[in-house]
T-cell receptor, first 116, second 113 residues
């Protein structure tokens, strides 16, 4: 079963506008972590933001914020004031930690294009 | 710190050949993992390790072996390469559990003919 779902294969946003990238996850655990990574065309993976399952406040890092709705199992990334350099693939990931394993699973990604 | 390093950057193999993708980190991280990235499928976990001497399978382990004899190194072995293993391979590491984000290597592009 798909653990991480990103339903938007591709998105377009006008420069300086805000955009929301969707991510839903599936876990039966109470303790887990959610991450967002950016992969520009150059190929490197860049960490953007982290949300713990017990964190009561939504995480924010500069222009990035994570809209965490635990009951809905969603962890959407919001990018404010989009810039041309934001054009990239964006991956949502979840870390499940149990005594028997510790895995980080990625979603299929969303390609974001910022239009001047 | 060099961070996470991977060698080689590019490799072309013939079907049936074996090879080892190297991964090393100098941050004293306990957790290391290997992913493959294919178009439209994101990153899929191949194998991971929570410390020296401890490894476990991820989502797509078939055709790959790993070992972790030291904290620093986590090589990935392709036993008998197949065209289906053509992909970009990423190694990643993190200090431990919880909110520790993973640091990624630059990737290895592998083409199996």
């Amino acid at each position: 079963a798909q653990k991480i779902t990103q339903t938007q294969p591709g998105m377009f946003v006008q420069e300086k506008e805000a955009v929301t990238l969707d991510c839903t996850y599936d876990t039966s655990d109470q303790s887990y972590g959610l991450f967002w990574y950016k992969q520009p065309s150059s190929g490197e993976m860049i960490f953007l933001i982290y949300q713990g399952s017990y964190d009561e406040q939504n995480a924010t890092e500069g222009r990035y914020s994570l809209n965490f709705q635990k009951a809905r199992k969603s962890a959407n990334l919001v990018i404010s004031a989009s810039q041309l350099g934001d054009s990239a693939m964006y991956f949502c990931a979840m870390r499940e930690m149990k005594t028997s394993y510790d895995k980080v699973i990625f979603g299929p990604g969303t390609s974001l294009s910022v239009i001047p | 710190n060099a961070g996470v390093t991977q060698t080689p950057k590019f490799q072309v193999l013939k079907t049936g050949q074996s090879m080892t993708l190297q991964c090393a980190q100098d941050m004293n991280h306990e957790y290391m993992s290997w992913y493959r990235q294919d178009p439209g499928m994101g990153l899929r976990l191949i194998h991971y390790s929570v410390g020296a001497g401890i490894t476990d399978q991820g989502e797509v382990p078939n055709g790959y072996n790993v070992s972790r004899s030291t904290t620093e190194d986590f090589p990935l072995r392709l036993l008998s390469a197949a065209p289906s293993q053509t992909s970009v391979y990423f190694c990643a590491s993190s200090y431990g559990l919880g909110e520790e984000t993973q640091y990624f290597g630059p990737g290895t592009r592998l083409l199996v003919l």
